[in-house]
């Protein structure tokens, strides 16, 4: 009767443990040796983005027409649009700029429409140099993270720095299949990362784009403790109370 006792009570505290495979990172570390990093990653513009497009020169005074300010406001898919708010990328993909009119920005990158617009205003400021950002870019991460929209300031973010952002994933979240879903005009695509494996770097979703959303699964034990019997421990803990109840009474 005890080593029955003593076998249950071993289980179930083997069932309350969890193993390497379950929480820790990159367990295949050895393969980061020499792997080459993916660097070559820019996000593109789409629809409903909202464009921070600074014009700089020499002299402020001849690029001032091409600057949005609070007495040179533009319309940009359906509406007046202060310095702050910025060029919001309307239905069609294009945004109304000063001086140029109406311009196409969707599915170019940053750095492709920083060049088309500096080719376009040299026509009229020899030395004028574009910057453009995103000031929009967001990703929405869900489950066992703790809910959050994580505004990116530096369009570029990865899976594992967005999950250092948010505190990083509880116990009872999956680290090996995180899903990420993504819309690229308008079509949804799904992703899978496994932060248990080094080969999260060379997938190709390890960097984010904007309005990406990023969800942690639960665990079975997570799931299980939604339900009358909350774990396989908790099963445990029923039988070895059931079992010693029925000792104690049969002595």
């Known amino acids: 009767m005890k080593n029955k006792f003593f076998l249950l009570f071993s289980l179930a505290i083997l069932a309350s443990c969890s193993s390497r495979k379950d929480i820790v990172y990159f367990q295949d570390a050895e393969k980061l040796d020499n792997m080459k990093s993916l660097m070559k990653f820019e996000p593109v513009i789409e629809v409903n983005d909202i464009l921070s497009i600074n014009v700089s020169s020499l002299n402020d005074e001849v690029v001032e027409p091409f600057r949005m300010n609070s007495g040179n406001q533009q319309s940009g898919g359906g509406g007046s649009q202060s310095q702050a ?13 000063p001086v140029l009119g109406k311009i196409p920005v969707a599915n170019k990158s940053r750095s492709e429409l920083e060049a088309f617009l500096t080719k376009e205003i040299k026509a009229y400021v020899t030395d004028a140099v574009v910057a453009v950002r995103i000031i929009n870019f967001k990703v929405i991460v869900l489950g066992e993270t703790g809910q959050s929209v994580v505004q990116v300031e530096n369009e570029r973010i990865s899976v594992p720095e967005l999950l250092a952002t948010v505190g990083g994933i509880t116990y009872d979240g999956k680290r090996d299949n995180i899903l990420i879903i993504r819309e690229v005009d308008g079509v949804k695509s799904i992703g899978r990362v496994d932060m248990t494996s080094t080969d999260v770097f060379s997938n190709p979703f390890y960097y984010l784009k904007q309005n990406d959303i990023v969800y942690v699964e639960p665990t ?15 099963l445990i803990s029923i039988g070895t109370t059931i079992f010693g109840l029925i000792a104690l009474f049969t002595r």
């Open 85 to 97: 708010q910025g060029y919001l990328v309307d239905i069609d993909g294009d945004i109304q700029f």
């Open 220 to 234: 079975l034990r997570k799931v299980k403790s939604a339900g009358w019997v909350t774990s396989p421990m908790g």
